[in-house]
Nanobody
């Protein structure tokens, strides 16, 4: 059974940084893509960033240039470095494992990120 556990969320002021972590277990981590998504109150969940097994990365336009996704296969952990945070980045952030191309089958419980203005 795949388990994904996020950590690193918190309350910060606009312009500050946070690094989220997602520890994975239950699969050969290095073989799978991983993604970060977020859901703000009253809004649908949206894609933030993804990294494939070959370290190719993708970003939502809203975070491009500010957020960086990375992975450490030895630690079976994926990270989301978030810089120059904005109040509109406030959301619950979820990591997910891409079981097949474009399909995220496993999700973590989420970690809250709150950015005050």
């Amino acid at each position: 059974q795949v388990q994904l556990v996020e950590s690193g969320g918190g309350l910060v002021q606009a312009g500050e940084s946070l690094r989220l972590s997602c520890a994975a277990s239950g699969r050969t981590f290095s073989s799978y893509g991983m993604g970060w998504f977020r859901q703000a109150p009253g809004k649908e969940r949206e894609f933030v960033a993804a990294i494939r097994w070959n370290t190719n990365t993708w970003y939502a336009d809203s975070v491009k240039g500010r957020f960086t996704i990375s992975r450490d296969n030895a630690k079976t952990t994926v990270y989301l470095q978030m810089n120059r945070l904005k109040p509109e980045d406030t959301a619950v952030y979820y990591c997910a494992l891409e079981g097949s191309v474009g399909r995220y089958d496993y999700w973590g419980q989420g970690t809250q990120v709150t950015v005050s203005s």
